[in-house]
């Protein structure tokens, strides 16, 4: 995975903000839905801002969490807009593992696309754990898709879980085809003692 340019600092200052900062004033999220390639109508919560910056944030396998919503709230009090959206519960698919795997991009090019066009404004694309492959898979999509285009400013993926399957004990582990295809730039957030921290020099080197 090698990151054509690095993310803009102003973004990455922001990330770091929003573990350490409370909104001094609630931001009241909306819902609003996205229809993609498929006429498969996508679910959004949006979080408005003035700013110029949007950040599409695909939620976990585990579905919304208290703790999304407050970086949600946040990231749009620090002046960035906040799409958040659930892919399984939109596809109708199983919370499981294997569900994030089959999984195309066409939706998150989808999403992206509907994102600019609506607002005008540059896109950062934020996943963790295993939707990090469906997170690399769309931007793929959308480079195949737009080529021309760079409101992308590229992706952070949160403790990402990139491997095609769990290795078997002893093995390398195999990582999906889009890590090797990317060339946007890419943030990786792991914690210290986190299951993947052992994987990640193998990551970075894909």
């Known amino acids: 995975m090698s990151p054509r340019s690095a993310l803009p600092t102003h973004i990455l200052a922001l990330l770091f903000l929003i573990f350490t900062v409370s909104p001094l004033l609630a ?3 909306h819902p609003d839905r996205v229809e993609d390639r498929d006429g498969m109508e996508l679910p959004i919560t949006v979080y408005p801002a003035e700013g110029t910056q949007l950040v599409l944030w695909l939620l976990p396998q585990v579905g919304e969490r208290p703790a999304h919503r407050l970086l949600a709230e946040n990231l ?3 002046g960035m807009e906040v799409w958040q959206v659930d892919l399984l519960d939109a596809h109708f698919l199983p919370r499981s ?3 994030i795997r089959d999984l195309g ?8 696309h509907a994102a600019h066009a609506r607002t005008g404004k540059q896109i950062l694309l934020v996943s963790s ?3 990090a492959i469906t997170a690399l898979r769309g931007v793929r999509q959308w480079q195949l898709d737009e080529p021309a285009d760079d409101y992308v400013l ?3 993926l949160i403790f990402p879980n990139l491997m095609q399957a ?7 582990a195999s990582y999906i085809e889009e890590a090797h295809a990317t060339n946007l730039p890419v943030m990786l957030l792991q914690p210290e003692h986190g299951v993947y921290r052992w994987y990640l020099d193998e ?3 894909v």
């Open 97 to 99: 593992s294997e569900s």
């Open 154 to 156: 590229g992706t952070v």
């Open 129 to 131: 754990d295993r939707m």
């Open 27 to 29: 931001i009241e999220p």
């Open 105 to 112: 991009g066409a939706s998150v090019a989808d999403l992206l």
């Open 166 to 172: 769990t290795p078997v004990a002893g093995e390398a």
């Open 76 to 78: 749009a009090f620090l």
């Open 203 to 205: 990551i970075m080197s």
